[in-house]
């Protein structure tokens, strides 16, 4: 199984609502990221985790918190978001170290109205 | 800090034309690097990528990649584009020692029939 899964693909969400984007690996992969896409636009990283630990934080404002309840898991829990935050969202895993290669999933389309 | 810079945004040709993107990356330490594809309203898909070895690496649909180390450079090539290559691709380069992917600007590739 060399997928990452993303759930909802879809997301439209209010200002004032809280929601949760979700990923998933069963590749055994102890490194696992957040990024940003903007229409024509290359992915901008957001997060990392390493053994379920944050190791990068790419300055990225406080409406967005990520959380890795699990080596398998990645969450990102969306608060008073903005309208220019929409965006496609991607996870990604990756083994831990060098000589290793990303994988990503499809991505939730997230539309902030 | 990590870059990776691709200099080519808008590339169209004809069907049957040769095809070269240019990447550079600017790290002076081990650096895995990689090109992804992202065809129309699609995920992203790693078409190669160069660890170590053989610095000529070929990849899925007739794509292969050069790495000039003295450069600083990861080329994508292809001899024959067809029109379904119409598509972005993105280099990006990979530190181990933050797990940080950094992409390039990206390239829009449109091949006409």
């Known amino acids: 199984d060399t997928e990452v899964t993303q759930t909802p693909k879809h997301l439209v969400m209010g200002m004032t609502n809280k929601k949760s984007l979700k990923c998933e690996q069963h590749m055994g992969h102890r490194a696992m990221y957040w990024y940003k896409q903007k229409a024509k636009k290359p992915p901008e990283l957001m997060f990392v985790?390493?053994?379920?630990?944050?190791?990068i934080n790419e300055s990225v404002p406080s409406r967005f918190s990520p959380e890795c309840p699990n080596s398998s898991l990645l969450n990102l829990h969306l608060h008073a978001l903005q309208p220019e935050d929409s965006a496609l969202y991607l996870c990604?895993?990756?083994?831990?170290?060098?000589?290793?290669?990303?994988?990503f999933g499809q991505g939730t389309r997230l539309t902030v109205v | 800090a990590q870059s990776v810079s691709q200099h080519n945004h808008h590339v169209i040709l004809s069907e049957a034309a040769s095809l070269e993107l240019g990447c550079n990356y600017s790290y002076g330490g081990t650096v895995n690097l990689f090109w992804y594809v992202q065809y129309p309203g699609q995920h992203l898909q790693l078409l190669l990528k160069y660890f170590s070895g053989d610095p000529l690496v070929k990849g899925i649909k007739g794509f292969e990649a050069e790495f000039i180390k003295s450069k600083f450079s990861f080329n994508l090539r292809k001899p024959s584009v067809q029109w379904s290559d119409t598509a972005e691709y993105f280099c990006a380069a990979f530190t181990g020692g933050g797990n940080k992917l950094t992409f390039g600007t990206g390239t829009q590739l449109k091949v006409e029939l």
């Open positions: 985790y390493s053994y379920e630990k944050l190791s």
């Open positions: 990604a895993s990756s083994p831990y170290g060098q000589g290793t290669e990303a994988f």
